[in-house]
């Protein structure tokens, strides 16, 4: 890496891939060369809060997948609660209950197995800064083709859930107010059931890897560690809850700061602050203040936070994952791959247990109630807490849109993380297309989903750039496709 | 237009613009069947692999409509790129759920979501140098570059990828059964 005269260095990653969304990091260097500055920008905007105005509401929960194709089921579902509460309807019957949980742990599966197989596999099989031709899901099938398949295999079953309850695999139609719009029929739930073994067991591997990964490199337990809040939904007994609860956040010695709170009343807890040189705003915890009170949200939250999880085998991995942290909090950012793998391993014991229930293939599925002028619903996506609140006019369309989904809540976080890791890998090193990946991985762990996040999904440049204190731009390093770092300033 | 690939393996890069990633997941929804197709296709650019910008390509994939300055740079770097370029599914064809805030004008989406919206605290519209231009208006890609095939649906099935794909690689002119061709 060449340095100019006065010593301040500007790096580019453009754009960051495996990931989704569009974004890019500035660093910002001070006199000594040390990384005083890291931000993480989004650069995207898509303006779903206005242009959702004027619609009808039932429309919503098949607008809001279009946000975002890799969790559109978890956009469906927290929709679909808020227009629940539109038409008045506040329980559901036990089939459609079941059937909405079906269909998001089918959700959670696939997304999950896609970021760790598919997109973040590469980084810990083969190493940070390993040739990047190779580090990728083809180097993943070449070398290791029986992981990659069960993993390829693990999604799919994820999706054909889906399929089987929505009719699509993407973006397909499952709810209607106050219920869902199709019943399970024997046949269906046979077929998946015939699978479900195998995907149990796909799933106690993928936990057992990550469990070996995370306890062969403690080298990298700081990598992106931060001590954070914990934000999530639980159970009314404290269990793991993917699907509905209240919401419980907790401090980084494990204290709560509040639990079993109604997420109706999120705006009470929640704010979001704007910052001029990103279009993801920046929520906290109101209690806690702008400075102190951000949190973390997604599978690392949620098994921190929980108090156990209801089904024996991801409870077990669990049990593992807290001894490991001797009972406290893990806070390790790369933690957040093992956690999501004890949720896979979780969602395929209660896709089992739904389908072995004999609710599932009830066709009671519509609950009817009396117009209301607003509706909050929340879910566990699996990136984190995703609320969507809604406000009708007296014709039932849309006046009022607000979103906070899941990647938004770890904005701070993600920043925070870049920081720490470009304080550490970055300073007074000689930049290689190696290094620069370690700040992709940091983000990666977070399976930032940007297009939620910006309500706009674009393919994403992350460019990180290096800026003197005044704001001058010294310098300019592109990665090109072959990995070669080029100076364009 | 139709080429006849006569290299071993045909070069694909994919991208997503203003899109939901959707249309992507379609594309992986083909399951095992990628590691028949990877025996004939290599991939450039990518969502799924760390290669950051498009080379020399036999086909392009542009999933997703035009909504900032860098859409359209990423888009045309694709058209140089690619000889054979498809528009993937509703956004990439016309606009989408992207293009539904043509309905209104940029700075009452921006004011929506940054001034007046529930929570918000330092309400400003952000505007650091660092944010690309946003397009006042949301486009697809026929009316910024050429396009040689549309791909519908939202997404398209990942039957349909498959079928069009293989047609390209068998040098034949891709064409979708009914079944596979649908917009929703
Ligand atoms: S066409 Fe549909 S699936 Fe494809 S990017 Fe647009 S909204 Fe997503």
Known sequence: ?489 | MREVFTVSKVRVATTSLAGCFGCHMSFLDMDERIVGLLEHVEFSRSPINDIKHCDPCDIGLVEGALCNADNVHVLKEFRENCKILIAVGACAINGGVPAMRNHFTLQECLEEAFLDMIGVDNPHIPNDVEIPLLLSKVHPLHEVVKVDYYLPGCPPSADAFVKVLTDLLEGKEPSLPKSMLHYD
């Open chain 1, 1 to 489: 890496m060449e340095q100019n005269q006065s010593n301040l260095r500007r790096v580019a990653i453009d754009p960051v891939t495996r990931v989704e969304g569009h974004g890019k990091v500035t660093l910002l260097l001070d006199e000594a060369n040390h990384v005083r500055e890291a931000r993480f920008h989004i650069v995207e905007f898509r303006g779903f809060e206005k242009f959702i105005q004027g619609r009808p509401y039932w429309e919503v929960p098949y607008f809001v997948q279009r946000l975002c194709g890799i969790c559109p089921v978890s956009h469906h579902l927290a929709a679909a609660k808020a227009v629940d509460q539109l038409v008045g309807v506040y329980d559901l019957t036990p089939t459609t209950e079941k059937l909405r949980k079906l269909l998001h742990f089918g959700q959670t599966l696939q997304s999950h197995a896609l970021h760790f197989f598919h997109l973040s596999s590469p980084d810990l099989l083969f190493g940070f800064g390993s040739n990047l031709e190779h580090r990728n899901i083809v180097g993943v099938i070449e070398d290791f083709p029986d992981l990659a398949l069960k993993g390829v295999r693990l999604r799919k079953y994820g999706q054909q859930v889906i399929e089987v309850i929505a009719g699509k695999r993407v973006h397909g139609a499952a709810t209607v107010p106050g219920g869902m719009n199709k019943s399970l029929t024997i046949e269906e739930r046979d077929r998946l059931l015939g699978d479900i073994d195998d995907v149990l067991g796909w799933a106690a591997d993928a936990v057992a890897l990550n469990e070996k990964i995370h306890m062969e490199h403690p080298e990298n337990h700081g990598f992106g560690r931060l001590i954070s809040n914990y934000l999530s939904m639980v159970g009314t007994n404290g269990e793991l809850e993917l699907y509905h609860g209240g919401l419980r956040a907790s401090r980084p010695d494990g204290g709560n700061i509040f639990d079993q709170f109604d997420y109706r009343g999120y705006y009470n807890i929640i704010r979001e602050e704007v910052r001029s040189w990103s279009y993801m705003k920046f929520p906290y915890l109101t209690e806690l203040g702008r400075d102190n009170g951000w949190y973390r949200v997604g599978p690392l939250a949620r098994i921190n936070n929980c108090d156990f999880i209801s089904t024996p085998l991801a409870e077990s991995a669990r049990q593992r994952f807290k001894a490991f942290a001797g009972g406290g909090f893990v806070h390790d950012t790369l933690a957040y791959h093992w956690a999501r793998m004890i949720e896979v391993l979780h969602c395929a014991e209660a896709i089992q247990e739904l389908l072995l229930d004999p609710d599932i293939l009830g066709t009671d599925l519509i609950t009817k109630g009396e117009k209301q002028e607003e509706g909050i619903g929340v879910i566990e996506a699996p990136r984190g807490t995703l609320f969507h609140h809604y406000k009708v006019n007296e014709d039932g369309t849309i006046k009022k849109a607000n979103l906070i989904v899941s990647t938004t809540s770890n904005n701070q976080a993600m920043n925070e993380s870049v920081r720490s890791v470009a304080n550490e890998y970055l300073d007074g090193n000689e930049i290689t297309e190696g290094l620069l990946n370690h700040l992709e991985v940091a983000i990666r762990a977070y399976d930032p989903c940007l297009s939620c996040a910006t309500h706009a999904l674009g393919k994403m440049p992350l460019v990180v750039e290096l800026l003197a204190p005044d704001g001058r731009m010294v310098d300019r390093v592109a990665k090109g496709s072959n990995g070669s770092i080029t100076r364009t300033l």
